[in-house]
């Protein structure tokens, strides 16, 4: 990246709640093969709380702009690309914004709680099979464990040649802390006032939920490939929020993308501009092609995030 | 913290190995009332990766520096205090080190494997009460949920004003990882070539185990609160590679500190100046009073740092 002076830089966990545990067995632990110790679970415990770190940027703008990683994903998906190029911390940096990464609630370095007895499930695990092909890097079936066999998607703008970097990246996932996660943005928001988020996937979901109920804590909203529509949420709650809604290539090589792109079209249409706010891209229309679900890791990222930079000096800052 | 310009800001993961399920039963998983999925566990999955996260300030010296944290915690210890004020990310940066922060495999956004299935056991979590005690912040059964009736080590340093945000970093914690630990900053220190390490707790433990198999890869090796000797490990291995092991205060007031400071004191001996290269630092003999485990949040932790970084000056840079 271009040097940064920073002002600032730090973290903080925001939100938790304290449970206690009674009744549990003992259980004898060892920490060593000398050091044997009979470990009690019961007591008190803060859990759900969320991990946010930030970079401040010498002479920032005011918005400050907050990242939303999606489902098994951390803060780690915009920092640096799974080949090593800068990621959209760096960018957004440079652009003069204060930036907020967060690890969501259950996650990261938000840590995670005692199951069944505190988060009620357990958690699901990412196979290489799956990533490969959910996240459109390839085609249906086209992961295989040696690199040259893979049937990646032509002309692919992701690096699929460092995937096995790529799905160290993903961390265990719960599909029962959505409440928790919103919260923790929301007390977010509070704390840091009227911001920017940027948020992917099913993250993009979970913070559409948000914004319904909060528009007045945001001043932009970007939506990079949401997964879901906001269940329950009519559109017209954010009407006056200026939403960007951007997708990238290849959804009709995949069985479930095409309809999900459907879905967020006929959604978004009663407040697409100009009767409202919202704009929904799909990049090949814009001439960028090749792009996967994950555009911030993508080789054109920078072209991407620079896009993105533009609408909100255009239309937030 | 003072601005500090960065040349470069980023992370990567480092390590990790390949595993196959087969096998496992199907589960349905809700990822939301109106999407069900068949989730299926088998396949592969890369394990035991580390999470590294890379502060470069410009015109940095050439030395990197590791930061290892303990036992069921991550590089968030280093970064900002619980009660918000600066870290030692901030502080060695400020002091010209290129900084590398990680969290141990197993913990934060390293991520964490299935178990039984991959990871042979269940992660133990670290209750307030037990906390609160072993990192003498306070004395036997001096927890209480209500702050007011906490019984605190008299004149402490640690912030326990914001114990409730300290607690909230920790996670989950395995003791069956300690190879795959190892293993994971040793390919660290070949990538990074000869690095300082700073590392905590039973973080240290591990360091010095590390440190006799590879010493030429050190530069220096700073041990904060050590919980252990390095097992199995006789110091004529690292006689010639500079080492700052440092207690804080209140050892005394803990059932189980005198005896493992008497343990390190003894451990140490063989190498110890004028014989060998490694100084034992007691900070209350040094006019520092009232530290607790945690040297790197109390608040004099920029008085410790700078301590630490006059050491690094005169022996390893």
């Keep these: 990246m271009c040097d940064v002076v920073l002002s600032d830089f730090g973290s903080f966990h925001i939100g938790g709640r304290r449970v206690e545990l009674t009744g549990l067995p003992l259980k004898e632990v060892h920490y060593s093969p000398t ?29 400050p702009l907050i990242f939303w990683p999606g489902g098994g994903l951390t803060g780690v998906n915009f920092e640096t690309t799974p080949d090593g190029r800068s990621g959209w911390v760096s960018h957004f940096l440079a652009q003069g914004y204060p930036v907020y990464n967060t ?31 959910s996240f459109r890097f390839g ?22 040649e460092a995937y096995h970097q790529f799905i160290k990246q993903i961390v265990p996932r719960w599909t029962s802390n959505g409440t928790a996660t919103i919260t923790a943005y929301h007390l977010l928001l509070e704390r840091l006032g009227q911001s920017v988020i940027v948020a992917f996937s099913s993250g993009a979901t979970q913070a559409l939920q948000l914004a319904a109920q909060y528009p007045q ?13 906001g ?28 309809d999900i792109r459907a879905r967020m079209g006929r959604y978004f249409a009663p407040v697409t501009e100009p009767v409202g706010q919202t704009t929904v891209v799909d990049l090949p229309l814009l001439g960028m092609t090749g792009n996967s679900h994950f555009l911030m890791m993508d080789k054109n990222n920078h072209e991407i995030s620079a896009f993105i930079g533009d609408w909100l000096t255009r239309k937030v800052s």
Tied chains: 1, 2.
Excluded: C
């Excluded at 370095?109 to 196979?127: D, H, L, N, Q, V």
């Excluded at 329950?232 to 993308?257: E, S, T």
């Design 139 to 160: 085609l249906k079936d086209g992961f295989d464990v040696q690199p040259d066999r893979r049937k990646v998607m032509p002309h692919t703008q992701f690096p699929v």
């Design 231 to 258: 269940e329950g949420v009519a559109p017209a709650a954010f009407k006056d929020l200026p939403i960007l809604v951007v997708y990238g290539d290849f959804l009709d090589k995949h069985a479930a993308w095409p």
């Design 35 to 63: 050091w044997v110790e009979q470990y009690d679970p019961n007591g008190s415990y803060i859990v759900e709380q969320m991990y946010v770190q930030y970079l401040i940027p010498k002479n920032a703008q005011t918005t």
């Design 103 to 133: 690890d969501p609630v259950e996650r990261g370095r938000s840590g995670w709680a005692m199951y069944p007895e505190i988060f009620k499930e357990a958690p699901t695990f990412m196979t290489e099979e799956r990533g490969f092909e």
């Design 217 to 229: 804590l945001l001043s932009g909203l970007v939506l990079i490939e949401p997964a879901n529509v």
